[in-house]
């Protein structure tokens, strides 16, 4: 079965730097794009940032210049390092990955499936 670990997550003070991770783990035959994702209590989930295979990055607006999205294909482990954090950047953030499972591999000529981490809350407050 796949999963996405997450870690990182955390109380810091604004202006502050945190750093997640997310990893990719079990039967996974492809990773294409990757991303974050963040939600708060009542707002839908939106895009922070994603980064395709080949290490293109697109950020929110809100968010740009602040956060960077790595990866590292050969870990299938993708980061998010935040920096000059703000009390708007409260919330939930879920690690987002496409794939193909290794159930299906080579010949698979469907789209690829969606998974999802289990979130992990990054809170910032004085």
């Known amino acids: 079965q796949v999963q996405l670990v997450e870690s990182g997550g955390g109380l810091v003070q604004p202006g502050g730097s945190l750093t997640l991770s997310c990893a990719v783990t079990g039967s996974i035959f492809s990773v294409s794009t990757m991303g974050w994702y963040r939600q708060t209590p009542g707002n839908q989930r939106e895009l922070v940032a994603s980064?395709?295979?080949?290490?293109?990055?697109n950020y929110s607006r809100s968010v740009r210049g602040r956060f960077t999205i790595s990866r590292d294909n050969a870990k299938n482990t993708i980061w998010l390092q935040m920096s000059s954090l703000k009390s708007e950047d409260t919330a939930i953030y879920y690690c987002n990955a496409e794939g193909v499972p290794e159930s299906l591999g080579l010949g698979y000529e469907g789209p690829e499936y969606d998974y999802w981490g289990q979130g992990t809350q990054v809170t910032v407050s004085s």
């Open positions: 980064i395709t295979r080949g290490g293109s990055p």
